[in-house]
């Protein structure tokens, strides 16, 4: 996923020492957490059941 979100928003992922844990920087200028991921602690869904993972939203200024 990190090689996804900085082919297509142009973050700044670095993962963390020692852990499953990347750091993102969105380059949005603003102070404080931008974000971060992590590796899925269950299993996926089965198909058609309901997400079981959380679901963010990212803004930008332009979809194209």
Not at 2 to 23: H, L, N, T
Not at 42 to 52: D, L, R, T
Request: charge should be negative; hydrophobic fraction near 40%.
């Amino acid at each position: 996923m990190a090689a996804f979100y900085r082919a297509v928003f142009d973050w700044q992922i670095s993962k963390m020492p020692g852990m499953e844990y990347w750091m993102v920087n969105t380059g949005d200028g603003v102070p404080g957490i931008n974000g971060g991921l992590l590796q899925r602690r269950g299993p996926k869904p089965s198909e058609g059941q309901a997400v079981n993972a959380h679901v963010c939203t990212v803004e930008v200024s332009s979809i194209d």
